[in-house]
């Protein structure tokens, strides 16, 4: 793919980039690695007032790091201004946490293995690559590099090759935030040349958030290196609603959980699981609302979901909803792209839905949603966890025993009671299964690239 801003409303190309020439990658692994050897004994207090700094930079600069966003990958304006927004809250979360997450662990009675003290400590491990994706240009970045930086690691990107430009100005704003060079850098490369970058013993981890090939290829080259990996890769997340929920509420959050990024989120929830006592209310509802969004211009402020960010993306989404008409599934709203540029596709509520279609077992990434009406909560739990992916989860149930079935039953890395799946500093992040291992976010997400160091004092 060349790398280049496209506009997804459109399909102009605004601008193309040249790819990194070897010799500038081999140049600036090396100031990573170079970097990193004094950058690694800097304190916590040091790194975290940089951190601020940074997140200074976000904030004031929102609007425009908005642009850049929704120019390039189409996700609405005031999306996008959250998502800077939230950079400069993790940002924050980190350099404020970041030493405590870190401090060293002692064990409380070091006699036990013959020793005057004993502990754990965390240590840095050098230049880690990033290989990001388009969904979240801004924030998938920050919630890598954040607790990479704080840790004491130094960071290499390889983002998607469809937001150059927010790959540039990610390099650019740790620059202004007084990062010394090197601690964190873009390589605008294609995918092909990432395995030399993994392959080089100066890059010592990777962390990946993408598609499962993708995540497949990265993981095998550096299980061949033995190298550290987190990925974080597709999802089909299941959204459970009983009769004891507050159908109201259900409903506007269903909406929400389904189209939030245009659709192009993981931890969307893609499958909308009813019990059959309030499936008729619940499809009502959630039809009328789907269908009343407005599609459009994302930098309109009317609008509720702009297009998908590629060609393909589009493509691929279109095909596997038309599979599944074809195949018997109903379209209670939306699936028909509408004419006209730009790579738009409505919301979209399918039910009918068999185990032989693959809009049964596949990710769908884009403002479609499945309905599956069920009896009991077995049965929700038997469809939910039908699937290879093992993202996030939602279940809506006021009843107290339900929800003790739906945390324990459901088979993901996350499970939101009465709510939907989102990423915050606070939690850990991350899946089981085919959605990838590892986890961001939170005190275990620092600790993901740490030497954490047994030492042993007689
Ligand atoms: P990809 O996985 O292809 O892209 C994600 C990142 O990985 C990009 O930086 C890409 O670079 C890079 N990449 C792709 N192939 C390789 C490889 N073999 N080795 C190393 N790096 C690689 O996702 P797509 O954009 O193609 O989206 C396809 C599907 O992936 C979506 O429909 C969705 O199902 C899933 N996806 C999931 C995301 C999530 O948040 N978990 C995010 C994005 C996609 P380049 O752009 O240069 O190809």
């Not at 740790?174 to 030399?196: D, H, K, M, N």
């Not at 981890?205 to 190298?227: F, H, N, Q, Y």
């Not at 269908?291 to 989404?317: I, M």
């Not at 790579?343 to 509520?349: E, I, K, Q």
Request: glycine share 10%.
């Amino acid at each position: 793919m060349a790398i280049a801003t496209i506009n997804p409303a459109t399909g102009e190309t605004v601008r193309t980039f040249d790819e990194l020439s070897e010799a500038d990658v081999q140049r600036k692994i090396g100031i990573a690695y170079e970097r990193w050897l004094t950058y690694r004994a800097t304190g916590f207090e040091e790194r975290a007032e940089l951190m601020h700094a940074t997140a200074d930079l976000f904030e004031k600069e929102a609007d425009f790091a908005a642009q850049l966003m929704t120019t390039e990958m189409g996700k609405t304006l005031a999306a996008a201004r959250g998502e800077a927004l939230k950079c400069a809250h993790g940002l924050r979360y980190y350099a404020d946490h970041a030493a405590e997450f870190l401090a060293d662990e002692p064990l409380a009675d070091p006699s036990a293995v013959g020793a005057k003290r004993a502990l754990g400590r965390y240590q840095p491990l050098g230049p880690v690559l990033a290989v990001m994706p388009w969904n979240f240009p801004m924030w998938q970045v920050m919630r890598f590099a954040a607790p990479a930086l704080m840790a004491g690691n130094v960071g290499l990107l390889k983002h998607a090759s469809n937001v150059p430009q927010c790959a540039l100005y990610l390099e650019d704003v740790f620059r202004r935030g007084g990062f010394p060079e090197g601690c964190f850098q873009t390589l605008l490369i294609s995918a092909r040349r990432v395995e030399p970058v993994l392959r080089d013993p100066r890059v010592v981890a990777a962390t990946l958030t993408g598609s499962e090939p993708a995540g497949r290829s990265v993981a095998a080259i550096c299980g061949d290196e033995i190298k550290h990996t987190v990925l974080e890769l597709g999802g089909s997340d299941p959204f459970v609603v009983m009769p004891s929920a507050d159908l109201e509420r259900a409903v506007a959050t269903a909406v929400e959980a389904r189209v939030q990024n245009n659709g192009q989120s993981c931890i969307a929830a893609k499958r909308f699981i009813v019990h059959s006592d309030v499936y008729d209310a619940f499809t009502e509802a959630f039809v009328s609302r789907m269908r009343g969004l407005k599609v459009g211009d994302p930098f309109e402020e009317a609008t509720d979901v702009g297009p998908l960010a590629t060609e393909q993306g589009r493509a691929g989404v279109e095909e596997v909803v038309d599979e599944a008409v074809s195949a018997g599934a109903t379209v209670l709203c939306g699936g028909r792209r509408p004419d006209g540029p730009g790579w738009f596709y409505p919301p979209t509520v399918i039910t009918g839905i068999t185990r032989d279609m693959r809009i049964f077992s596949e990710e769908v990434f884009g403002p479609v949603a499945s309905l599956y009406r069920v009896a009991d909560v077995e049965q929700a739990l038997e469809i939910a966890n039908a699937t290879g992916f093992g993202l996030g989860s939602n279940a809506w149930t006021d009843d107290p025993a339900e929800q003790e079935r739906f945390i324990d039953g459901l088979d993901a890395g996350q499970v939101f009671i009465n709510g939907k799946t989102v990423s915050y500093p606070e939690l850990p992040f991350g899946g089981i299964k085919r959605s990838g291992y590892g986890r961001e976010l939170s005190a275990h997400g620092i600790r993901e690239f740490c030497n954490l160091k047994t030492v042993w004092v007689g």
